[in-house]
């Protein structure tokens, strides 16, 4: 099970998709603008961030560059979300940092079968990293200790 956050202006749209997620087996909460998203991120971490890319006010793409910019949400896994249908739209998203796109209207199956993907994607992945450690691991001024040279005893 996953905590899964849905920022969606549309709240018809956040409801269905957080049933159905629900459904899925997950815990869901959404709100309705990015502004509310920031905020709510910095109270409680989620798995998952499933992000409208069009919101009025601070937008989708405009929550994932900054989330990608920041030391705490620069490794949590989003989902852009909507009702663009250009390749252009995309594109950004996963230009933006997006690890998957799913498109409105979204179809139940396909929707979890996403989300799964990209929780599968980072299973074996600690929740988070702080930036600090990541780059220095990233860099090799850090190695992990290499677990065929341990010694039992």
């Known amino acids: 099970m996953a905590y899964i956050l849905i ?7 956040a409801e269905l998709a957080s049933q159905v997620l629900i459904d899925a087996g ?9 502004e509310e998203t920031w905020q709510l991120l ?9 992000l409208d ?26 989902v852009m979300f909507t009702a663009m249908s250009g390749a252009e739209d995309e ?3 996963i230009y933006a940092g997006a690890q998957d796109f799913v498109r409105k209207p979204f179809d139940p199956r396909g929707l979890t079968s996403r989300i799964h993907r990209v929780l599968s994607k ?7 990293t702080d930036l ?10 850090i190695r992990e200790p290499d677990p065929s040279l341990r010694r039992f005893i």
């Not at 920022?7 to 749209?13: F, Q, S, T, V």
């Not at 980072?122 to 988070?128: I, L, M, P, S, V």
């Open 122 to 128: 980072r299973q074996n992945q600690a929740r988070h």
């Open 7 to 13: 920022a969606d202006d549309d709240e018809l749209i």
């Open 91 to 93: 594109a950004q998203a």
């Open 132 to 141: 600090r450690t990541h780059l220095a691991k990233s860099s090799g001024m």
């Open 53 to 78: 890319q069009d919101m009025p006010g601070m937008t989708g793409v405009t929550l994932l560059r900054k989330l990608r910019g920041s030391p705490e949400f620069y490794d949590l896994p989003v």
């Open 26 to 34: 997950h815990a869901c909460g959404w709100v309705t603008s990015g």
């Open 42 to 50: 910095n109270n409680r971490r989620p798995d998952i961030l499933l």
